[in-house]
């Protein structure tokens, strides 16, 4: 049973360089010695290997502009016909769609080996016409913040592969924690749709939609919420921004304040909202605007 592991792989630094594609495959950096992208396109991509394969790639360092999987020529590397929203590319979609960080691994140029240069986050993706005149899928990755910390998910299986989010730690002055399976959790549960406008927002490609994971008391200092579902809502990016800056709350009797026309917010029966995080909220973060 293969072993696909997303976020840092333990016992390897950021920086650290590599001789080859075997050698990045042999320590479970990027486990696939010649595609660029791996992952399984129902749970998203855990690495990718920029090596200047794709003319139409863009590398700013913190951002990297991404030229999906697909349509070359294997003996010239030209394109030579369109590319699909589909496996390594459709994986790369779900990182973002999941929140899922991505190893990124670049080329120190031919003959010089590798350098595995830490995590980053799909922002975006989209298709367009690349240099070479065929329609190419285009990702956009920014790179993650150093205090952020991948913690103990459950395994997710997917035919004979077993996917872990593994412990790690990085040391700095304040970390957060981010728990993935909650954050998929969540948005399956709600099927996408934001639980006060009760919006899908669909994006390209088959079955896909976007809703972001809202915590009703905040990560990180000076709040230190759990990463936890009873503290989670799915909403659109609207809402999302609305609630994290008091300009709408969940008052107790699970009513949006804020609003002109109170409604309440569409709760789940598997949904276990803890109260004391919607008092939190409402004390802590929205007060000023009550007053």
């Excluded at 399984?40 to 991404?66: K, N, P, T």
């Excluded at 579902?229 to 990016?237: A, D, E, F, G």
């Excluded at 809402?239 to 969940?250: K, P, S, T």
Aim: proline share 3%.
């Amino acid at each position: 049973m293969t072993q696909r592991i997303f976020g840092h792989i333990p016992g390897i630094d950021v920086g650290t360089k590599f001789s080859s594609r075997d050698a990045l495959y042999d320590k479970k950096i990027h486990m696939n010695k010649r595609a660029g992208i791996t992952g399984a396109q129902s749970e998203g991509a855990d690495s990718i290997v920029i090596s200047g394969g794709y003319e139409d790639d863009e590398d700013y360092g913190d951002i990297i502009i991404y030229t999906g999987h697909g349509g070359r020529d294997e003996n010239t590397g030209k394109q030579i016909a369109d590319q699909l929203l589909k496996r390594q590319n459709l994986a790369l979609a779900k990182s973002m769609i999941f929140e899922l960080p991505v190893r990124v691994t670049r080329s120190l140029g031919k003959g010089k080996g590798y350098r595995y240069d830490g995590l980053y986050y799909v922002k975006n993706y989209w298709n367009e016409r690349g240099k070479a005149g065929y329609i190419i899928w285009r990702f956009e990755l920014h790179k993650a913040m150093d205090n952020l910390e991948i913690i103990d998910d459950t395994p997710v299986q997917e035919s004979d592969i077993s996917i872990s989010i593994p412990g790690r730690t990085i040391v700095t002055t304040s970390r957060i924690k981010r728990k993935l399976k909650n954050i998929r959790e969540i948005k399956e549960l709600y099927d996408f749709k934001c639980q006060i406008c009760n919006i899908q927002l669909k994006l390209k490609g088959d079955n896909l939609f976007y809703a972001e994971a809202a915590h009703i008391k905040p990560l990180g200092k000076p709040h230190n919420g759990p990463d936890e579902v009873n503290n989670m809502l799915c909403l659109c990016p609207n809402h999302h921004v609305l609630l994290d800056n008091g300009a709408i709350w969940i008052d107790s009797n699970l009513k949006i304040m804020g609003i002109t026309k109170p409604k309440l917010l569409t709760v789940l029966d598997d949904h276990k909202l803890k109260i004391e995080f919607l008092n939190y909220h409402k004390n802590e973060i929205a007060f000023e605007l009550e007053l």
